[in-house]
């Protein structure tokens, strides 16, 4: 984790968060996930932790700069522009989170109406 928030740093990158007036992700979303119970306990990449302003899978870290809530929609979705950086490569992208039946689906894709990532993630227990 601290590697990539070195080369942000210095690359010239902000590394702090988005203004104050912009939403953080929904408590709902935030905490660790992985793609299966048993995973929960296992580094690696079946691992995905998502904060108020971040989320963090194996080797690649985002960092939210725009927040969208949909409640709307069925199941309600987030939408968040984030800033990536993994190992030396950085990107933007953005990220809608759903969470429907104690699961949760992950799909990076611009397009709101795009199809939903049919890989889910697994709340791990503390």
Known sequence: MILPLLVLFLAGAQ???APADQQDV???YRG???LDAESCNAPGPANMTIGARS???YERHGFLDLAQLNEAADP???YGRFRWAELLRFSTAVIRLELENN???VTQNDDPDAPRNT???T???K
């Open 123 to 125: 709340r791990c227990q």
């Open 32 to 34: 660790h996930w992985a």
């Open 76 to 78: 309600p979705s987030f």
């Open 15 to 17: 590394v702090e968060p």
């Open 103 to 105: 699961q949760l689906y």
């Open 55 to 57: 989320i963090d899978f």
């Open 26 to 28: 929904p408590p709902t």
């Open 119 to 121: 890989v889910s993630w």
